[in-house]
């Protein structure tokens, strides 16, 4: 499968010289904007969202630009030793898909960096020492990665470009829209219509003709992991090995053994009929382009299949970025649309009975026990099913005091555990389900208001919920 991918890349641009780069994909953030050729420690990409060699626009872009000043490339990442609430559970997931970024990088003759602290110390330090001509860094919408560039370009020499490539969107973030979008039907023609322009094959990566990093020092992994003050309770789970690797492995399992049953069985939490690749994408392992290239490949034998799989990892998940690019309380009440907002404030003082606390969610302590099974896969597997993520959020809205805290509750246990928490598709997921976010409003009712509904019966009459408790254990 690796080979089969390599050989897709080589038909599309065997000269990454003559690839046809999408402008727009490109911003210049710095007043700098030509980059300083006399400085001969050549580019460097600045690796965060995307963590990976291949198929990452943001790399390509930086090896383009090396190869045309016949300058040496490094990628440089910079480990925070905590990161929101992010547990050893994350962090090995991410330091593991990094030290595959490492070997694949000294294969093509490019240093990689593993930089012990944050961007807007570490880097201007290492672009001064290196005498780097120009950054190139990849784009995240939320918050703190935002103020980790805005810091950088503050602190970089003032000669020294740096340039954002928007490597996570099939379309590059700005050029989908220019505002917050209502919703998925809004979003979703301004998409398509440009995926001619922008879903094309990736050229390879080649190896590096400038500089030799055969007798650096490789990364010291061990020092990587001691500098980690996250927590530490919440280990790694077995089933999602870190790395472009396996990453390519769950798609090419999922092509070739899920795709046909994810039409009709995507909302069936018993069924093993989805991608589960959102660990490898929000880590940026592997690209969601990848994803769907080879999925629409599938669509002559799962077309129905393989279009619902092209609108929930294109435009789900690209409106999920906007959303939080154009709202700055993407993770708040501020952040819903009026007649959300008033109908949970209509409802606000509305009974709560049963009330659990955090720690009676944590452990799974409902009387429900279904929403414990789902709770106990979460915390096990590090992964809930998309349908139960739902129908999970909706039930912490209805058992705690405020709208406030149910989406406080929902966002610190989906983010502590979920391998792919901490991504726009989380925030979005918990505003969606509490909030009402993309959503239209409903039936009034008890604490919801006009905020969607869903109930246990509604989940039985979708799937075997008996079975699917056995295979948890909730009580
Ligand atoms: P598949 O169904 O195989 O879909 C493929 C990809 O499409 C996913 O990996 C994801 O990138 C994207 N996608 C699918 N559904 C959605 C969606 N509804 N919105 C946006 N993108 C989507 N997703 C996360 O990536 N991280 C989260 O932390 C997260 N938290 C959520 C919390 C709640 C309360 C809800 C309701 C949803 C949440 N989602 C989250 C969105 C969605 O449930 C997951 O993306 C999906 O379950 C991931 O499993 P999969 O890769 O097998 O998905």
């Given amino acids: 499968f690796l080979s089969h991918i390599q050989e897709q890349r080589l038909k599309a641009a065997p000269n990454i010289h003559e690839f046809a780069f999408r402008k727009k994909r490109v911003r210049v953030?710095?007043?700098?904007?030509?980059?300083?050729?006399?400085?001969?420690?050549?580019?460097?990409?600045?690796?965060?969202?995307?963590?990976?060699?291949?198929?990452?626009?943001?790399?390509?872009?930086?090896?383009?630009?090396?190869?045309?000043?016949?300058?040496?490339?490094?990628?440089?990442?910079?480990?925070?030793?905590?990161?929101?609430?992010?547990?050893?559970?994350?962090?090995?997931?991410?330091?593991?898909?990094?030290?595959?970024?490492?070997?694949?990088?000294?294969?093509?003759?490019?240093?990689?960096?593993?930089?012990?602290?944050p961007a807007v110390e570490r880097l201007p330090q290492f672009v001064n020492d290196e005498q780097i001509g120009a950054v190139i860094c990849d784009f995240a919408?939320?918050?703190?990665?935002?103020?980790?560039?805005?810091?950088?370009?503050?602190?970089?020499?003032?000669?020294?470009?740096?340039?954002?490539?928007?490597?996570?969107?099939?379309?590059?973030?700005?050029?989908?829209?220019?505002?917050?979008?209502?919703?998925?039907?809004?979003?979703?023609?301004?998409?398509?219509?440009?995926?001619?322009?922008?879903?094309?094959?990736?050229?390879?990566?080649?190896?590096?003709?400038?500089?030799?990093?055969?007798?650096?020092?490789?990364?010291?992994?061990?020092?990587?992991?001691?500098?980690?003050?996250?927590?530490?309770?919440?280990?790694?789970?077995?089933?999602?090995?870190?790395?472009?690797?396996?990453?390519?492995?769950?798609?090419?399992?999922?092509?070739?053994?899920?795709?046909?049953l994810f039409y009709d069985k995507r909302n069936d939490p018993m069924a093993d009929a989805l991608s589960g690749l959102s660990p490898w994408l929000h880590f940026g392992q592997i690209s969601a382009q990848r994803c769907v290239l080879e999925v629409s490949r599938y669509k002559t034998l799962f077309k129905a299949s393989a279009e619902a799989f092209c609108e929930e990892a294109i435009v789900r998940r690209e409106l999920a970025d906007n959303f939080c690019y154009y709202n700055e309380h993407y993770d708040n009440l501020k952040g819903l649309h009026s007649w959300a907002y008033e109908t949970l404030q209509t409802h606000r003082k509305d009974k709560r009975s049963p009330c659990y606390t955090l720690e009676e969610l944590e452990q799974s302590r409902t009387y429900d026990d279904l929403w414990n099974s789902a709770q106990l896969q979460l915390v096990k597997e590090g992964k809930m099913h998309g349908f139960?993520?739902?129908?999970?959020?909706?039930?912490?809205?209805?058992?705690?005091?405020?709208?406030?805290?149910?989406?406080?509750?929902?966002?610190?246990?989906?983010?502590?555990?979920?391998?792919?928490?901490?991504?726009?598709?989380?925030?979005?997921?918990?505003?969606?389900?509490?909030?009402?976010?993309?959503?239209?409003?409903?039936?009034?009712?008890a604490i919801f208001g006009k905020i969607r509904y869903m109930n246990y019966q509604g989940c039985k009459r979708k799937f075997d919920v008996n079975a699917f408790v056995m295979r948890y254990g909730g009580k």
């Avoid at 997931?93 to 960096?113: D, P």
Wanted: charged fraction near 25%; proline fraction near 4%; hydrophobic fraction near 40%.
């Fill in 29 to 117: 953030l710095s007043s700098a904007s030509d980059v300083n050729e006399q400085y001969k420690g050549g580019v460097v990409y600045w690796m965060s969202r995307d963590a990976r060699v291949q198929d990452n626009w943001a790399l390509l872009f930086a090896q383009r630009l090396a190869l045309k000043l016949e300058l040496p490339l490094t990628v440089v990442y910079c480990l925070v030793p905590k990161f929101l609430n992010a547990t050893l559970r994350h962090y090995k997931f991410m330091l593991g898909g990094l030290q595959e970024v490492e070997r694949q990088c000294r294969e093509l003759n490019i240093s990689f960096k593993l930089l012990l602290g």
């Fill in 141 to 260: 919408p939320l918050r703190l990665p935002r103020q980790w560039v805005e810091d950088v370009v503050k602190a970089l020499p003032a000669n020294v470009p740096l340039t954002q490539v928007d490597a996570h969107n099939v379309v590059p973030l700005w050029v989908t829209s220019e505002k917050q979008e209502y919703a998925a039907r809004t979003i979703r023609n301004k998409i398509n219509s440009k995926l001619s322009e922008y879903l094309t094959e990736f050229p390879p990566l080649i190896k590096h003709a400038h500089g030799n990093v055969k007798g650096s020092h490789g990364v010291d992994w061990t020092a990587a992991h001691k500098m980690l003050s996250c927590d530490m309770s919440v280990d790694a789970v077995e089933w999602a090995q870190p790395g472009y690797t396996s990453a390519c492995k769950q798609l090419y399992d999922f092509c070739t053994r899920r795709l046909r």
């Fill in 388 to 445: 139960l993520r739902m129908y999970w959020a909706k039930k912490i809205l209805e058992w705690t005091e405020t709208p406030e805290q149910a989406l406080e509750y929902s966002i610190l246990l989906n983010d502590k555990y979920s391998l792919d928490g901490r991504d726009p598709n989380g925030y979005v997921g918990c505003m969606w389900s509490i909030g009402g976010i993309h959503d239209q409003g409903w039936k009034e009712r």
